[in-house]
């Protein structure tokens, strides 16, 4: 079955040590997403890829960076979690040939602490 | 800028009644709406999108201009429809923005 997998599903890291969250695909697709969602709230894109390029929220705090190093993969990195950084992380793919019906992973719930 | 509204954080209803979900939005441009869903330790999936017109699982939502809306209505509620739903809106760059979501529960 073609779809989108993160690792790991849960993640623990301690105040202010970087983490990095995976996402990998098998559609193919070339644009890639990541979101962060909050207990009880929508979730907000935080930036995406549409092939190689990036492309920043204007307000995706600079602790967070990114990296896609095939189309495959794309990370999620914190540089410095906070307290307020606990959330689920989802990442997303889509592609012109759908319309760009994202397609989503099963999440990577972070808990700071 | 954009923005979607979901009135109802919690919507209850019996089994075999009709349900609607409100979403409302605001957007400068054409928009494309879609709805996903969530059920319990599931990912977020795509339940329809209104250039599709499809009815999925029984659930139809029409697309509004006049009034900004897109709601979601299903004429008998079935338990297994007991989820989260947010309403989402797609820019012209094909980003989207979510609700707040809205949580059904289905009781028998």
């Known amino acids: 079955d073609a779809m989108v997998i993160q690792n790991p599903r849960y993640q623990v890291t301690q105040f202010g040590k970087p983490v990095t969250l995976s996402c990998s695909q098998t559609?193919?697709?070339?644009?890639m997403y990541w979101y962060q969602q909050k207990s009880s709230q929508a979730p907000k894109l935080l930036f995406h890829?549409?092939?190689?390029?990036?492309?920043n929220e204007a307000d995706t705090p600079d602790n967070f960076q990114s990296r896609r190093p095939n189309t495959s993969f794309c990370f999620l990195d914190i540089r410095s979690p906070g307290l307020g950084d606990a959330a689920m992380y989802l990442c997303?793919?889509?592609?012109?040939?759908?319309?760009?019906?994202?397609?989503f992973g099963p999440g990577t719930r972070l808990t700071v602490t | 800028a954009q923005r979607v509204t979901q009135p109802e954080k919690l919507l209850s209803v019996f089994k075999g009644a009709p349900v609607e979900l409100k979403c409302n939005y605001s957007?400068?441009?054409?928009?494309?709406l879609f709805w996903y869903v969530q059920y319990s330790r599931q990912r977020l999936q795509l339940l329809l999108r209104?250039?599709s017109r499809e009815s999925i699982k029984g659930f139809t939502a029409d697309l509004n201009k006049g009034e900004t809306s897109f709601h979601l209505k299903k004429p008998f509620a079935q338990e297994e429809d007991s989820a989260m739903y947010y309403c989402?809106?797609?820019?012209?760059?094909?980003?989207?923005?979510f609700g707040g979501g809205t949580r059904l529960m289905v009781k028998p």
């Open positions: 997303a793919t889509s592609t012109r040939q759908d319309n760009y019906e994202q397609y």
């Open positions: 559609l193919n697709h070339n644009v």
């Open positions: 890829y549409y092939d190689k390029d990036f492309n």
């Open positions: 957007y400068s441009g054409s928009p494309e």
């Open positions: 209104h250039i």
């Open positions: 989402a809106l797609m820019n012209a760059g094909n980003m989207l923005t």
